[in-house]
């Protein structure tokens, strides 16, 4: 009977061990990796004990935060927004190409009470329009497109909204709360770092130790470790969704008040629409026979969930309602 062939060097008997390394190389290894973590968590503790005994007031620390989540606010809203201008393939209609949309664009500032924003047409993938908070004074950008598919009240509409974005400083505020959250996580991540380092250290290893360097996982501390890492990510997750259903919230506001201004929300309502179709073309012309892809109504409100912006038939009936609701005291088509 033949005998088996020999087993070569470094190949792994089994999933995770690895026979090359010796008892004692392995021993020295799991004492390098649990000194090193031990170093790290003995580190972030020094680090925690030492902001403990300044005795900073709370007041201060929490106007601290404040102030430093306002200015990163203000540097990362004004870096984003010179990004994105010098992205564009835009440019600045004189007033005598287009009279009537820089007077419908200066009546509707002046009747919202905000300094009249610069107007830019870009040439974007699909029509839309949106607003960027600018120094000095905001921007407005609407796609070229949407002159050959709006009328005149469904342009006044959407610049209306445009502007309630101006008039609220939603763009600030979006990226202040912004800065909040995640100078929030990250305390978070600060405050559990040592254990953190202490469970990945151990989990390491005891891996090491017994010959399998990729079973961490499986080990207490890593058990530990991996527990940790899926709250935070939850933590995460969770400030994520709650910024994205305030964005939400500020979507159906501009809407509100755009009606509230051009007293036509019927008008945004049909520009909404004529958007959603013109950035999915084929949504309503499928056969009942067609067999592709469908999003699950899990995945949908998913998707919903992780949103910047309202489902477009959500915000058409909100739309219809304040049309309906309001009487004789919107203007209505």
């Known amino acids: 009977m033949p005998s088996p062939p020999p087993r070569r060097a470094g190949k792994p008997d089994r999933p995770g061990t690895y026979p090359g390394p010796g008892p004692v190389a392995r021993v020295l290894v799991g004492c390098a990796i649990l000194a090193f973590y031990g170093l790290l968590a003995a580190g972030s503790v020094i680090v925690l004990t030492s902001l403990w005994q300044v005795g900073l007031d709370p007041g201060v620390v929490v106007l601290g935060i404040g102030v430093g989540a306002l200015v990163t606010a203000y ?39 905000v300094d009249r924003p610069r107007l830019l047409v870009a040439r974007l993938g699909m029509p839309n329009a949106f607003a960027l908070a600018t120094r000095g004074r905001g921007t407005v950008v609407v796609a070229a497109s949407l002159f050959d598919l709006l009328d005149a009240p469904e342009m006044e509409a959407l610049l209306a909204h445009e502007l309630a974005h101006l008039e ?110 013109a950035a999915n073309p084929t949504a309503g012309t499928r056969s009942p026979l067609w067999h592709g892809e469908v999003e ?7 998707r919903e969930y992780f949103s910047t912006h309202p489902p477009t038939d959500e915000r058409i009936e909100r739309l219809s309602d304040l049309a309906a609701d309001s009487g004789t005291r919107i203007l209505v088509d």
């Open 168 to 277: 609220r400083r939603d763009s600030l505020v979006q990226t202040a709360v912004l800065s909040v959250s995640q100078l929030a996580v990250a305390l978070v991540e600060l405050l559990l770092s040592p254990l953190v380092f202490l469970a990945t250290g151990a989990a390491l290893s005891l891996a090491w130790l017994r010959g399998a360097p990729r079973s961490w996982p499986e080990t207490a501390p890593g058990r530990i470790r991996l527990r940790i890492e899926s709250g935070v990510v939850l933590v995460g997750v969770g400030v994520t969704l709650l910024l994205r259903a305030h964005a939400r919230r500020r979507e159906f506001a501009a809407d509100r008040r755009a009606a509230e201004v051009t007293g036509r929300p019927l008008a945004l309502a049909r520009a909404l629409r004529k958007l959603d179709r």
């Open 296 to 302: 699950s109504e899990a995945e949908r409100r998913l």
């Open 75 to 113: 540097l990362s809203l004004r870096l984003g927004t010179r990004r994105i201008l010098s992205q564009l393939d835009a440019w600045e209609p004189p007033e005598a190409r287009a009279p009537g949309l820089h007077r419908t664009l200066a009546d509707l500032a002046e009747s919202m009470g």
